[in-house]
Nanobody
């Protein structure tokens, strides 16, 4: 089993930055970030694979967000710069815990989420 704990959310002014952390316990092959804004469906943000360090991003965050990871700590980070009010959402960490020849990841575990609020 995998447990995921997100942290680092908060309130920030537009143009500011936040750094989210996802601490995982148990085996993970890839970690990703999703977000869900009020009244919207959960949307993909970014993902990183421990195999080769491949990363992918949603178009909405390219150039502003950076996903990184520390495999030894089984932790992923999401550096969010140039934040906009449209980035306001609950951010969730997700994990692929099974080996597979696939990309992007196939997520089977989810964290509880951390709130990010960007004010104008």
């Amino acid at each position: 089993q995998v447990q995921l704990v997100e942290s680092g959310g908060g309130l920030v002014q537009a143009g500011g930055s936040l750094r989210l952390s996802c601490a995982a316990s148990g085996r993970t092959y890839a970690l990703g970030w999703f977000r869900q804004a009020p009244g919207k469906e959960r949307a993909f943000v970014a993902a990183i694979s421990w195999v080769g360090g491949s990363t992918i991003y949603a178009d909405a965050v390219k150039g502003r967000f950076t996903i990184s990871g520390d495999n030894a700590k089984n932790t992923a980070y999401l550096q969010m710069n140039s934040l906009e009010p449209e980035d306001t959402a609950v951010y969730y960490c997700a994990a692929q815990s099974r080996y597979g020849v696939n990309w992007p990841p196939r997520y089977d575990y989810w964290g509880q989420g951390t709130q990010v609020t960007v004010s104008s």
